[in-house]
């Protein structure tokens, strides 16, 4: 497909029309089709497309409610409207009750400025990373949206992708699709970790810092929660210094969750995981059962203390 | 109980049909209907089954966790719009309380319904006029709940909720008119809060509360004297 020019919003809708005419999913929205690219699909798949009006809440609800009979279900709204003013039906209908829905965060981050604070979404990581259950791919280029979409269709699970950035944007890095994790140049002292659409500014901040005398190593991430942190970890591990550009507040960033990893040898956390299957009986039991009786919290430390002696 | 009990003979719940409890702290009534099936479910502790409110669990007939006021309605959406993706004559039907016709995603997804036709969706709302602290009317006013379903173009039924006879009448008519307009059903069931304990009668004093074993002996006791 050639989706030049395209921002990732655009290119969504686009992709799940190519998509269409070989896999058999739905596609909702709440009365945003066109900001996400999703007229063609509309009119060449309509029986396909559900609309929900302007109601995030019971959408979601729904949504999720469809994909749990076996549908495959991508659900699409600006970001702010989706994660936050439906937070507590992507905790309970996705995360909680594992439905495997692809939702759908348009106009992420600051993409929408002129729009005003309500339009922009600085925080959704951070809300919906501490949901567990949910894959989330913050694309860099548009092969990485296609991959992501891609693997959903093949293996439907719960997934949030977070569409940032406007038409400037990267078609592809050369290894992307691999796990949504590329090295894009050679460096040395200092690394660099692109997420998400911001990738576009690496080539002129090498540039800028070239003419500094600096050679710094750059890297595109899209998977945010990846269980691949340790590899993440080893690859940086050369570098004197590691910066992570990302369009999001700290809390919830890839930064924060590659820091809390890198943290761990002096630092410890005992706290919830986030899993809600060993809930049930009384408080005293249920601190228990997620570690947190004095019992548990003291054989954690000493087992860990043991490990480091 | 009554609503369940009714449903339960009304529709094939085993099969195909789905039964959304949305009102989750009525969740004994609901144990008390799947007891029957899946007796060995229910116990008290770590990983327990049978929370305060119903988590998912389709082996046992739960299809979604509810306990999270109007989250039941909005997902009986999407069962609805499933059931006719795979053309299928089946029905979801969800109970809500009056008190729960509160939150606003309730009417977002009655809106939903009726703009998709969801002839398959049936809606019956256990109308006690009790919600957690108080009457209906004084917590939250009073609300023409007739009214506001048929103005987003619902069929709007009424019956006694404790009569298993006019729920069973209403639950027929309800679907026929369904199929004729396509458009979705609401039952408004009147109901009695804690009906059959006199000191529990039109109060909201049942809607949390601990017996002690020989207060439950005495209510199980009275409860057969009015039955016999």
Redesign the interface.
């Known amino acids: 497909m050639n989706l030049k020019g395209h921002s990732l919003r655009s290119a969504y809708g686009l992709i799940l029309n190519d998509r269409a005419l070989r896999r058999d999913f739905?596609v909702s929205s709440c009365d945003t089709s066109t900001s996400a690219g999703l007229e063609k699909f509309k009119r060449q798949h309509s029986s396909r497309y559900?609309e929900?009006?302007i109601?995030e809440?019971?959408?979601?609800?729904?949504?999720?409610?469809?994909a749990?009979?076996?549908?495959p279900v991508f659900f699409s709204t600006f970001a702010p409207f989706l994660v936050f003013r439906a937070a507590?039906?992507i905790k309970?209908?996705v995360s909680?009750?594992s439905s495997p829905v692809c939702l759908v965060g348009l106009a992420s981050g600051i993409v929408q400025s002129h729009l005003g604070g309500t339009h922009c979404s600085m925080e959704d990581l951070a809300l919906i990373s501490s949901f567990s259950n949910i894959e989330i791919i913050s694309p860099c280029t548009i092969l990485d949206l296609e991959v992501a979409i891609d693997r959903y269709l093949a293996n439907p699970k719960p997934m949030y992708i977070r569409l940032t950035g406007d038409s400037k944007i990267l078609s592809s890095t050369s290894n992307s699709h691999i796990d949504f994790f590329d090295q894009i140049k050679e460096g040395k002292d200092v690394a660099i970790v692109f997420t998400g659409s911001v990738l576009v500014q690496a080539e002129e901040v090498s540039k800028l810092l070239a003419a500094r005398n600096f050679k710094p190593a750059m890297f595109s991430v899209a998977s945010i929660n990846s269980e691949n942190y340790d590899s993440i970890m080893r690859i940086l591990n050369p570098y004197q210094r590691v910066y992570f550009v990302e369009e999001h507040v700290r809390s919830g960033s890839l930064y924060s969750k590659v820091a809390d990893k890198a943290n761990f040898g002096r630092f410890g956390y005992i706290g919830l995981a986030g899993d809600?299957?060993?809930?049930?009986?009384k408080y005293f039991?249920?601190l228990a059962?997620y570690g947190l009786s004095a019992e548990r919290i003291c054989s954690r430390i000493v087992d860990e203390m043991h490990l480091i002696c | 109980m009554e609503i369940l009990a009714a449903l339960d003979d009304f529709f094939d719940y085993k099969e195909q049909d789905i039964l959304i409890l949305s009102k989750g702290h009525a969740s004994l009534a609901l144990y008390a209907l799947l007891s029957e099936r899946f007796t060995n479910q229910f116990r008290y502790g770590t990983a327990s089954k049978t929370l305060g409110h119903p988590v998912k669990n389709r082996q046992m007939g739960i299809e979604f966790s509810t306990g999270s006021l109007g989250i039941g309605l909005a997902s009986g959406v999407g069962f609805a719009i499933s059931q006719r993706l795979k053309s299928s004559p089946t029905v979801t039907t969800v109970v809500i309380g009056d008190g729960e016709c509160n939150e606003g995603i309730v009417y977002e997804s009655a809106r939903i319904a009726a703009s998709h036709l969801l002839s398959n969706l049936l809606v019956v709302i256990d109308r006690n006029m009790f919600q957690q602290t108080g009457s209906t009317s004084d917590i939250s006013g009073e609300i023409d709940l007739f009214g506001v379903w048929r103005s987003l173009n619902w069929n709007v039924h009424e019956c006694d909720g404790h009569n298993s006879d006019e729920l069973k009448f209403c639950l027929n008519r309800a679907r026929k008119v369904s199929k004729e307009n396509h458009l979705p059903s609401v039952i408004v069931a009147n109901t009695i809060k804690g009906k059959g304990v006199s000191e529990f009668e039109s109060t909201n004093v049942s809607h949390h509360v601990s017996l002690s074993p020989a207060k439950y002996q005495e209510l199980m006791s009275s409860l057969s004297e009015n039955e016999s």
């Open positions: 739905l559900i929900f009006g109601s809440q019971a959408a979601v609800a729904a949504a999720s409610a469809i749990s009979q076996g549908f507590e039906q309970l209908s909680y009750d809600y299957s060993r809930l049930g009986g039991e249920a059962e």
